[in-house]
């Protein structure tokens, strides 16, 4: 069974800094692109960061360049989003994905999500 | 990359059709069939509905449908219950490569 299980949510200051972590198991992690997507309270979904299998490729969303980085460690099945000079606006439940279809045009699977308070 | 337009919230009875829009342009719904519908319960994570416009995943009920005219794609629920109550996205691929979604639909079943 496909599991991804996200941690390290919680409340920081402006300005200051986080780093999720998401435990993937039942497939094999190391051939599927993956992607941090985030839901600000009643809001909608927001497309964050995309790292290919062997993380060549990455990318961000403008509203979270400069500030975010996303990594993987295939040996053991997890992917990172290190979020620095955070603000009240990046609150938000973030969810790891992994990328499916054509051009990784869907997301066949999600965590459970993990929030991210940003106040002061 | 601006999100795609839907609708904020559509209603039906049980046992009806609805069917939500989602609008983008040439740069992402128009220039691709690489448009997904999600649905998301309330405090749960989104769940995959619909893939590259009409591909239904395995589990899927044959109840949602997808389409594509243009630069609009749509998801039709056929044999509304009550348990389709919930939030339902869409996301489609984009010339930047990267997934832009809608901003989400509210389906209430009267």
């Known amino acids: 069974e496909v599991q991804l299980v996200e941690s390290g949510g919680g409340l920081v200051q402006p300005g200051g800094s986080l780093r999720l972590s998401c435990a993937a198991s039942?497939?094999?992690?190391?051939?599927?692109?993956m992607n941090w997507v985030r839901q600000a309270p009643g809001k909608g979904l927001e497309w964050v960061s995309y790292i290919s299998a062997g993380s060549s490729t990455i990318d961000y969303a403008d509203s979270v360049k400069g500030r975010f980085t996303i990594s993987r460690d295939n040996a053991k099945n997890s992917l990172f989003l290190q979020m620095n000079s955070l603000r009240v606006e990046d609150t938000a439940v973030y969810y790891c994905a992994r990328s499916y279809c054509t051009a990784g045009s869907c997301y066949d699977y999600w965590g459970q999500g993990t929030l991210v308070t940003v106040s002061s | 990359q601006s999100a795609l337009t839907q609708p904020a919230s559509v209603s039906g009875s049980p046992g009806q059709s609805i069917t939500i829009s989602c609008t983008g342009t040439t740069s992402d719904v128009g220039g691709y069939d690489l448009v997904s519908w999600y649905q998301q319960h309330p405090g749960k994570a989104p769940k995959l509905l619909i893939s590259?416009?009409?591909n239904r995943p395995s589990g899927v009920p044959n109840r949602f449908s997808g389409s594509k005219s243009g630069n609009t794609a749509s998801l039709t629920i056929s044999g509304l219950q009550a348990e389709d109550e919930a939030d339902y996205y869409c996301s489609s691929y984009t010339t930047r490569d990267i997934l832009v979604f809608g901003g989400g639909t509210t389906l209430t079943v009267l």
């Open positions: 590259v416009v009409s």
């Open positions: 039942g497939f094999i992690f190391s051939g599927h692109n």
